[in-house]
């Protein structure tokens, strides 16, 4: 007698088989995904700061007596942000626009001698401190400006 398809037991075998492939790449498929997170947020944060420092850089073309201040921004989400400044726009106000991820909380300051932004930014995936030199440093869960 010609049988055509499987028994009970080879289905369950595959069923197990299956089983044991999924516990094992569920784990590393999930940290994957949570390191690609982390990654866009860093990559966001450090191009915040690069459109921030190339907008004082065409302010300062545009209006040669420009005086930015120290800015102290807290992201609600808009992507356009305004630094206090002297001698500049109508209102002495130099509005930064950024269409990327705005981060949910950011404290930054501008440093005229040097031309460069530090400061602290907080988002989904992670909080990075911006150094002087323009490096992006990742703060731990545990600093007070990550809660």
């Given at each position: 007698m010609n049988k055509k398809g499987f028994?009970?037991?080879?289905?369950?075998s595959i069923i197990v088989i299956l089983a044991v492939i999924a516990l094992i790449?569920?784990?590393?498929?999930?940290?994957?995904?949570?390191?690609?997170?982390?990654?866009s947020d860093r990559e966001s944060a450090r191009e915040y700061v690069r459109i921030i420092e190339t907008s004082i850089?065409?302010?300062?073309?545009?209006?040669?007596?420009?005086?930015?201040?120290?800015?102290?921004?807290?992201?609600?989400?808009?992507?356009?942000?305004?630094?206090?400044?002297?001698?500049?726009?109508a209102g002495n106000k130099l509005k930064v626009e950024y269409k990327g991820t705005s981060p949910q909380k950011a404290?930054?300051?501008?440093?005229?001698d040097t031309g460069k932004i530090t400061g602290k930014l907080k988002y989904a995936n992670g909080c990075w401190e911006v150094t002087a030199n323009g490096d992006l440093s990742e703060l731990t869960a545990s600093d007070s400006f990550c809660q």
């Open positions: 028994t009970l037991i080879e289905l369950l790449s569920t784990p590393i498929i999930t940290n994957t995904i949570a390191n690609v997170r982390k990654n850089t065409q302010a300062a073309l545009e209006y040669p007596n420009i005086v930015i201040g120290s800015g102290i921004t807290n992201a609600t989400g808009d992507a356009t942000r305004e630094w206090p400044c002297t001698n500049c726009s404290t930054l300051s501008y440093d005229a």
